[in-house]
């Protein structure tokens, strides 16, 4: 540019300068402004951490550099004898805790005991069937917050190997398949388009809430399972490596690695996919084997298995410490890594516990209870048990060093338990007094090959199903064409004449039964329980629930006709209703009520609350559901094991809090409360 005339060469350049830094503020504030208005990078970018308090080591390699949230160029890696995060090696100890099964407010108590024990990674099922209960009707919410979760766990100072499923086993209601999704029957975990498009829609948003906290975007996420134990169900690689290329293809970048037992390591894997295996004991055996299989990679036992789960109707599990201390000690030696299945086990809330076939082909259904507390080194609870303090001392003295820091943080404070005494039941409503509450649902027909139609199904949900009708003779016999599933109360005119399961067909009524009087019709009404689909083999093929079959009445050519179908889930809609049902019993009237019915009493809770238990053993109640403030804590059932229900504080509040009591058949005047568990006669497993 010529200097103009007139303008001495000072005041040129000063004009320029001038011109110079107005255009440079003007360009760092168009700058400024499209970086603020781009989406973070990662959800985890404002954690703050104070360095200053955490311990340097090596199997912390970049956890503490996470606080910053930056993109890492490499995360964990399995391409040779060791693992390796950034480049450096790191023995890998975990431990599982399902978020779905504790309740938020104890997630980081419990992280901080299991960091407190030595381990530097966290291990997590995903549970499919709660996060999309309903077709396309997704919550992640509450203990559902998956994202939260995952962000503690990184403030903690935790890697985090997620496993997603869309089958997770856990002993979870149908492995953590939607319900909804029975109807594919033979077809649950292949390519068909009715189970895999399903899946792909989960896993699209799924893994909107996963992708961003991936570690090389500055989250805790390290790896990600393929499916679950698959080798123990079927060898279809094409199904395999169907779910690799989903999450692949929307943008999981960690390693990926498969998870199986010994002997379906090969059928469970993929070509070139980390394998890695489960077992409890004979650590020798099955790391060789894995190593046959995998000579150049890390060895990984993905779950080493602290206790074991129990089922109705038999003694609780324990395993002997003992024998714990000698397999870990085993795995360490060997030089591989554990994730310690389970470290904290939690609870079955609702209806979500999961259940086995007494053959791994099918046969009777074998359900679990609602404690999953598995004998682990944390109890149901939050409490610190021998196991976890032999954990502790274990991996500081077989593992190298630096591996487990050299001074351990304590762990937090256990928070006390209490025992609230006992209330008594106020007032009561019968089942029949329920009905007009409840949603119809229609009688499902499976068509090979096709979609399920649009709306609500018998058969597909959880908790119970009521099936009514009225028929023109006096019941003398009712015999079932089909199965039951899986346990059935019968009344005729509310009256109770008998049960069913799997394993009954048919039941005698008594023609001269004093209760059951007048002409006809008679109200003929089945209540069903779904007790926890299979989550384990074959037996996933067919999940549908409820009356599969035709009923016949006094003989086999008088069959009932169409039932009406409802569906008693205990809903937050259906509790709503039920609170403020206008025809509750009370006074005097309480013992007349015919069960099944629902009770309700109140208690007060003075200051804080507490964790207590609910004692329904001990209480004489026999068979049913507790809910307290609208939260499901769980069946009870007196053939045991299991006495008491967990009712953790969160659920309490200060003041009045009521509790809902569905009972099947016994119901009694009090609820009762105490402060220790009770899960019943123990038995070594596997002795």
Not at 317 to 337: P, V
Not at 586 to 610: D, I, M, N
Request: hydrophobic share 35%.
């Amino acid at each position: 540019m010529e200097q103009p005339e007139g303008m001495g060469p000072i005041r040129f350049r000063l004009v320029h300068l001038k011109r110079a830094t107005v255009l440079a503020v003007v360009v760092i504030l168009i700058v400024s402004w499209y970086i603020s208005s781009q989406p973070q990078k990662s959800p985890v970018a404002k954690t703050f951490f104070d360095t200053g308090k955490m311990e340097q080591n090596v199997a912390d390699v970049g956890i503490h550099e996470r606080g910053k949230a930056k993109k890492r160029m490499m995360g964990l890696r399995a391409d040779g004898a060791n693992f390796t995060i950034d480049g450096k090696p790191v023995r890998l100890l975990s431990g599982a805790m399902h978020y779905f099964r504790v309740v938020p407010e104890y997630w980081r108590d419990r992280m901080l005991k299991m960091k407190a024990a030595g381990l530097n990674t966290l291990e997590t099922y995903v549970p499919w069937n709660l996060h999309e209960p309903e077709k396309y009707t997704y919550n992640f919410e509450g203990i559902l917050d998956l994202g939260r979760y995952l962000d503690i766990a990184h403030e903690v100072g935790l890697w985090v190997i997620l496993r997603p499923g869309p089958y997770i086993c856990a002993e979870w209601e149908f492995g953590g398949i939607p319900g909804w999704l029975a109807y594919v029957k033979e077809h649950v975990r292949t390519t068909r388009p009715m189970f895999i498009d399903p899946v792909e829609v989960w896993f699209g948003r799924l893994l909107a809430e996963v992708v961003p906290r991936q570690y090389t975007n500055g989250g805790p996420i390290i790896a990600v399972q393929i499916e679950n134990e698959y080798g123990g169900f079927s060898n279809s690689t094409e199904y395999m490596e169907r779910l690799k290329k989903i999450l692949e293809s929307r943008g999981i970048v960690e390693l990926l690695f498969t998870s199986d037992g010994k002997g379906a390591l090969i059928s469970g894997g993929i070509p070139g996919v980390l394998k890695t295996v489960n077992f409890q004991n004979n650590a020798s055996d099955k790391l060789q084997k894995l190593k046959e299989i995998q000579p150049d990679r890390p060895m990984m036992v993905m779950e080493y298995w602290t206790g074991w789960f129990d089922h109705w109707g038999e003694d609780h599990h324990l395993y002997r410490l003992e024998n714990f201390e000698r397999t870990l000690i085993d795995i360490l030696d060997a030089g591989a890594s554990v994730n310690f299945y389970m470290f904290h086990g939690g609870t079955n809330f609702g209806f979500m516990n999961g259940a086995n076939t007494r053959y791994k082909s099918g046969g009777r259904t074998l359900p679990t209870i609602t404690s999953y507390d598995y004998d682990a080194p944390i109890s149901e609870t939050g409490d610190l048990t021998p196991k976890y303090f032999k954990i502790r001392e274990i991996l500081k003295q077989h593992t190298p060093p630096g591996v487990v820091p050299e001074k351990l943080p304590e762990p937090p404070t256990t928070v006390g338990k209490f025992d609230y005494g006992r209330t008594a039941v106020t007032k009561a409503l019968p089942l029949d007094k329920v009905i007009p509450l409840l949603d119809k649902v229609a009688r499902l027909f499976v068509m090979p090959n096709r979609p399920i139609p649009s709306g609500k199904f018998s058969g597909l949900g959880y908790g119970y199903l009521l099936y009514t009708t009225s028929v023109d003779n006096k019941p003398e016999r009712l015999t079932v064409k089909g199965t039951i599933r899986d346990r059935a109360l019968v009344m005729v005119n509310d009256i109770f004449v008998g049960e069913m399961d799997e394993d009954t067909s048919e039941i005698t009524i008594d023609p001269d039964h004093s209760l059951i009087t007048g002409d006809a019709p008679y109200n003929l009404k089945i209540l069903v329980e779904n007790q926890g689909r299979v989550n384990y083999g074959n037996g996933l093929k067919d999940q549908i629930k409820g009356i599969i079959g035709d009923v016949f009445i006094n003989s086999e050519e008088k069959k009932v006709p169409e039932f009406k179908i409802y569906t008693l889930d205990m809903s937050e809609d259906f509790l709503n209703k039920l609170t403020a049902h206008s025809e509750w019993t009370s006074g005097t009237e309480l013992e007349q009520v015919k069960t099944p019915a629902f009770y309700r009493a109140t208690f007060t809770v003075e200051g804080r609350p507490k964790d207590t238990f609910v004692h329904m053993k001990k209480g004489n109640w026999e068979k049913g559901v507790v809910i307290v403030n609208h939260n499901n804590l769980g069946r009870y059932w007196n053939v045991g094991p299991q006495e008491t229900l967990y009712l953790p504080a969160p659920f309490l509040k200060e003041g009045e809090n009521e509790i809902i009591v569905f009972e099947e058949r016994t119901a009694a005047p009090e609820v009762l409360f105490c402060d220790k568990p009770s899960l019943g006669e123990t038995v070594y497993f596997g002795e």
